[in-house]
């Protein structure tokens, strides 16, 4: 059973940096046709797609927030991280990590975390 876990701080300043990290447990974040995806939902709305790493390094970002996201990987301790900079209060969401799949005959996400919430506010 693949399980994924969020942490990081739930309060951040605007115009500092979001920092957060996804761990993964009953598989390993280099097997073949897995992407490692960070998404949110505000409060209110419906779910954003931030990005996601591949299996092979990769990363994919969503063209809205490309600019302020950086996603990295830790394979000796099977995580990957998500960084947001310059935040504003628009930032404040659930964020969730979720392993996403690309396969013959399935796509789609198949494991979530149970999400974080991130509030920015001085």
């Known amino acids: 059973q693949v399980q994924l876990q969020e942490s990081g701080p739930g309060l951040v300043k605007p115009s500092q940096t979001l920092s957060l990290t996804c761990t993964v447990s009953g598989g390993s974040i280099t097997t073949s046709s897995y992407y490692w995806s960070w998404i949110r939902q505000p409060p209110g709305k419906g779910l954003e797609w931030i990005g996601a790493?591949?299996?092979?390094?990769?990363?994919y970002y969503s063209p809205s927030l490309k600019s302020r996201t950086s996603i990295s990987r830790d394979t000796s301790n099977n995580q990957f991280s998500l960084q947001l900079s310059s935040v504003t209060p628009e930032d404040t969401a659930v964020y969730y990590c979720?392993?996403?799949?690309?396969?013959?005959?399935?796509?789609?996400?198949?494991?979530w975390g149970q999400g974080t919430q991130v509030t920015v506010s001085s």
């Open positions: 790493i591949r299996y092979a390094g990769n990363t």
């Open positions: 979720a392993r996403f799949l690309i396969a013959d005959n399935k796509v789609g996400y198949d494991y």
